[in-house]
């Protein structure tokens, strides 16, 4: 009798080919002449389990033993077939790939006929949603490979070192390569899940890559594909339900893969500067779904950054009647103010689960999450995973960057780098000045000269500075900041200064603390609209004072707390001791004739009298913003923020108390603010916001306790969604109730590209209303048009005044930078 129960025994042998050591089976890919094929898919017939192969046309996967079929497929290239028997031993199988030989169908096409390939395309849109909506749910794994080149840049941008710690490297350009993998879940019509597993980055163990699966998976199914880093419009599919008033089609010809024919169809732009594609797709016939494709989007179709970007697809069987993409490839050229470049994502999807049953709430608002641990994976689990070999000159970059790391990061390196980049140059004083300690990663900063010295008629010449002091702690991601401001007037012989510090102590729920003190002068208008820049200008340049100032000693304590995923509380106390100022000088460059400098007093700008009284408050301040189902992205100890489906809504509370420590004002407000953006498709994005406030109680308040709104009086403006660009600083403030309202859309370039030349420019028109209604000032409204190119804006403005006014108009130009 046997010593062992034969179920057990006949178990174990069934399971021993899982315990089995894995077979290896790699080699190289190439054409006719034996050039190598880059990028050729690799897979197991049947299955989604393969490789890609790298550049030079190197491929490598581990299988199971067992008998095997290999599919090697590439656009353009017949598919192959080999067959296997996987043993122990490592299999080399190398394979020369033929030309994919296509023919068109006998069928006479006459000048005026219709070309076949639109019978197709037409057989494609019909069954579009059903293949866009066909798999409910699923989960597969997905590696992503990303390398970046730059191929020409600077020595110096804006005054600084381009090169200066050595980010390119100097003989393959490579600045960017980064791998990943990931599980991708995803539920219709747009959840996703993923969960990056592994991370790594050439020359720093200690990041994680920014692949994401989600971004790689371009779904042709769709009518529009939205990519916002390229463009607010969206591109349009070939197979959208509006493709043919953007394409013209030609059939290239037909082959059989599998006894099953393709159509390979060259698509046309009707128009060049439409948000289109070029290129080929392949469709198969009677199925009429995507077999693969190879499209292009050029700087024709109005894209920012990226001169050329080459999409590669390619679909393979899962289950019956099922396909899923198994690559997906990005190929892309930039060119942007002196720096030149190349460089591809490419990812693989594999090991797809069709319909898994998720748990309850698994889609609830992460989109993304890196495990912990993930950039610590050693080498053998690299060389163990990855479908796509590394290239020689991928090793060597990992092997130069991650030799070098320790060097790059030690003190002596770090110390040595400070005292190259520490060196103060001329440049400094219109830049400003950074002094960095990299080893304990510390910095200091100091204001430029253009912020340190102003002018205005209260402190007539005053220079100050600004040094401010980082600190980030690598346990946590914690980070310190304070910053010191002192400025001297030297017309009224006063010395302001305060101090602040803040500290985030827990960043995964957006926690941190400030404290911020001192004696300081303060705009009148809160919401502060005019620099202390700008305000110089016009008021040596122009006689025009605009900005009104009061003097207030003051301590703040401010705490923010995200409480639950999408409900944030900002918590703040302050209490000010306030007092009014006058003009002290009257100095100007240019003397405008019929003009003279108003007085301080916002209200009376003849009044010779000081603006108010003396007056102490202490404000509590309570404001709530709620992103209701926000969606967010997870790293260890951090919570990157991605937005909602739905508005923003704020809402805020002030109330000043009388009684503590001599306050004497007594007021409460309470307002909320509905805020979002969304698309309009092919005619671009729109922006709005819509704020109603009531002050509760006003039994004693100054004018600078008022709800004062963000007006403009000059030529340049900041173009904030909140800000109108005609409205006085200071007429219409009020402390009762207000409704605002504000709208922009960016049409992307949907207009003017379509005008000869001005195209070329790529300039955004945009479209702007904005509404105030208070007390003071019924139903007034603005209308503006303008162009944007990147950096710059330039806007016409015109108002429509409530009360009986008179309209006005202007020009505002603006720089889009932070």
Same mark, same amino acid.
């Given at each position: 009798m046997s010593a062992f129960p034969r179920k057990p025994l006949l178990l174990l042998l069934f399971l021993l080919p899982?315990?089995?050591?894995?077979?290896?089976?790699?080699?190289?890919?190439?054409?006719?002449?034996?050039?190598?094929?880059?990028?050729?898919?690799?897979?197991?017939?049947?299955?989604?389990?393969?490789?890609?192969?790298?550049?030079?046309? *190197?491929?490598?996967?581990?299988?199971?033993?067992?008998?095997?079929?290999?599919?090697?497929?590439?656009?353009?290239?017949?598919?192959?077939?080999?067959?296997?028997?996987?043993? +122990?031993?490592?299999?080399?199988?190398?394979?020369?790939?033929?030309?994919?030989?296509?023919?068109?169908?006998?069928?006479?096409?006459?000048?005026?006929?219709?070309?076949?390939?639109?019978?197709?395309?037409?057989?494609?849109?019909?069954?579009?949603? $059903?293949?866009?909506?066909?798999?409910?749910?699923?989960?597969?794994?997905?590696?992503? +490979?990303g390398l970046q080149r730059m191929k020409k840049f600077p020595k110096k941008f804006m005054g600084e070192e381009v090169n200066d710690d050595g980010w390119i490297d100097t003989t393959s350009g490579i600045f960017y390569l980064s791998e990943s993998v990931s599980k991708f879940n995803f539920r219709q019509p747009d959840k996703i899940h993923e969960e990056m597993i592994s991370s790594k980055v050439s020359g720093d163990n200690k990041a994680f890559s920014y692949n994401q699966a989600s971004e790689m998976l371009f779904n042709f199914y769709e009518n529009l594909m939205e990519v916002r880093q390229l463009t607010d419009r969206g591109f349009v599919s070939p197979i959208s339900n509006s493709a043919f008033l953007y394409y013209r089609y030609k059939l290239l010809g037909t082959f059989y893969e599998n006894g099953q024919m393709i159509n390979k169809i060259q698509v046309i732009p009707k128009r060049k500067n439409d948000p289109?594609?070029?290129?080929?797709?392949? =469709? #198969?016939?009677?199925?009429?779904?995507?077999?693969?494709?190879?499209?292009?989007?050029?700087?024709?179709?109005?894209? *920012?950054?990226?001169?050329?970007?080459?999409?590669?697809?390619?679909?393979? %069987?899962?289950?019956?009647? =099922?396909? #899923?993409?198994?690559?997906?490839?990005?190929?892309? #050229?930039?060119?942007?103010?002196? $720096?030149?470049?190349?460089?591809?994502?490419?990812?693989?999807?594999?090991?797809?689960?069709?319909?898994?049953?998720? %748990?309850?709430?698994?889609? +609830?608002?992460?989109?993304?999450?890196?495990?912990?641990?993930?950039?610590?994976?050693?080498?053998?689990?690299?060389?163990?995973?990855?479908?796509?070999?590394?290239?020689?000159?991928?090793?060597?970059?990992?092997?130069?960057?991650?030799?070098?790391?320790?060097?790059?990061?030690?003190? %002596?390196?770090?110390?040595?780098?400070?005292?190259?980049?520490?060196?103060?140059?001329?440049?400094?004083?219109?830049?400003?000045?950074?002094? *960095? +300690?990299?080893?304990?990663?510390?910095?200091?900063?100091?204001?430029?000269?253009?912020?340190?010295?102003?002018?205005?008629?209260?402190?007539?010449?005053?220079?100050?500075?600004?040094?401010?002091?980082?600190?980030?702690?690598?346990?946590?991601?914690?980070?310190?900041?304070?910053?010191?401001?002192?400025?001297y007037g030297f017309s009224d012989e006063k010395l302001h200064s305060q101090l602040r510090f803040k500290y985030w102590y827990r960043p995964q729920r957006f926690e941190w603390g400030e404290i911020n003190f001192g004696h300081e002068t303060r705009q009148v208008n809160g919401k502060e609209p005019i620099s202390e820049f700008l305000n110089t200008l016009y008021t040596l340049g122009w006689e025009w004072n605009l900005m009104k100032i009061y003097d207030r000693d003051f301590i703040s304590f401010t705490h923010n707390i995200e409480l639950i995923n999408g409900l944030v509380l900002n918590s703040n106390i302050e209490y000010s001791d306030r007092n009014p100022l006058l003009n002290t000088s009257a100095f100007k460059i240019i003397d405008v004739e019929k003009r003279e400098f108003s007085s301080n007093d916002p209200l009376d700008p003849k009044s010779p009298a000081f603006p108010f009284a003396r007056s102490q408050s202490m404000n509590l301040n309570l404001t709530l913003t709620i992103r209701f189902k926000q969606r967010y992205y997870t790293r260890p100890n951090e919570k990157f923020i991605m937005g909602s489906k739905y508005p923003t809504v704020t809402l805020a509370y002030k109330n000043s108390a009388p009684g503590i420590l001599n306050s004497d004002m007594d007021y409460s407000l309470a307002k909320i603010t509905v805020a979002d953006n969304f698309s309009l498709k092919l005619l671009g994005r729109s922006y709005y916001s819509v704020t109603g406030g009531k002050f509760l109680h006003t039994t004693r308040m100054q004018f600078m306790d008022h709800q004062h709104f963000m007006g403009n009086k000059t030529f340049y403006s900041t173009f904030a969604l909140d800000r109108y660009n005609l409205l006085d600083y200071y007429a219409y403030s009020t402390n009762d109730y207000f409704i605002q309202g504000f709208y922009e859309h960016n049409f992307s370039g949907f207009i003017l590209n379509k005008i000869p030349l001005i195209r070329k420019l790529k300039l955004q028109e945009l479209a702007g209303f904005k509404y105030l209604t208070s007390p003071g000032l019924e139903n007034y409204m603005e209308l503006s048009f303008g162009v944007q190119r990147i950096f710059a804006r330039l806007d016409f403005v015109m108002s429509i005044p409530g009360n009986g006014l008179k309209s006005t108009q202007g020009i505002r130009f603006g720089l889009l930078i932070n």
């Open positions: 899982l315990f089995a050591e894995a077979v290896i089976v790699h080699g190289r890919i190439s054409d006719q002449k034996n050039n190598p094929l880059p990028f050729v898919n690799v897979y197991i017939k049947g299955t989604t389990i393969g490789s890609t192969a790298n550049v030079n046309g *190197d491929y490598s996967f581990d299988i199971k033993p067992g008998n095997y079929e290999l599919v090697f497929k590439m656009i353009s290239y017949r598919q192959h077939i080999e067959k296997i028997v996987a043993v +122990k031993e490592p299999i080399e199988l190398n394979v020369v790939l033929q030309p994919e030989t296509v023919t068109l169908p006998g069928v006479e096409i006459k000048a005026d006929a219709e070309d076949p390939a639109y019978a197709v395309i037409r057989q494609a849109m019909k069954k579009r949603k $059903f293949y866009l909506d066909q798999v409910k749910t699923f989960s597969c794994d997905v590696y992503i +490979k289109v594609f070029r290129g080929e797709i392949y =469709i #198969m016939e009677n199925t009429w779904r995507i077999h693969s494709l190879e499209l292009t989007l050029t700087k024709d179709a109005q894209i *920012d950054f990226v001169d050329t970007l080459v999409i590669n697809q390619v679909h393979v %069987p899962v289950e019956k009647d =099922i396909w #899923m993409p198994f690559t997906n490839k990005f190929s892309f #050229m930039f060119s942007f103010l002196g $720096f030149k470049g190349d460089g591809y994502f490419t990812g693989t999807s594999s090991n797809y689960i069709l319909d898994p049953d998720f %748990p309850r709430n698994y889609f +609830k608002g992460e989109e993304m999450k890196v495990l912990e641990g993930a950039n610590k994976k050693d080498t053998g689990y690299w060389k163990e995973t990855r479908p796509v070999p590394l290239t020689q000159e991928e090793k060597n970059d990992y092997r130069k960057r991650d030799s070098l790391e320790a060097l790059r990061n030690s003190k %002596p390196y770090l110390d040595s780098l400070d005292r190259k980049t520490n060196k103060f140059k001329f440049s400094n004083l219109f830049l400003g000045y950074t002094y *960095d +300690k990299r080893f304990k990663k510390e910095s200091w900063d100091f204001s430029s000269l253009l912020q340190n010295v102003n002018y205005n008629t209260v402190q007539g010449l005053n220079i100050g500075i600004n040094v401010s002091y980082n600190k980030e702690y690598e346990k946590k991601k914690r980070k310190l900041f304070a910053s010191g401001d002192i400025n």
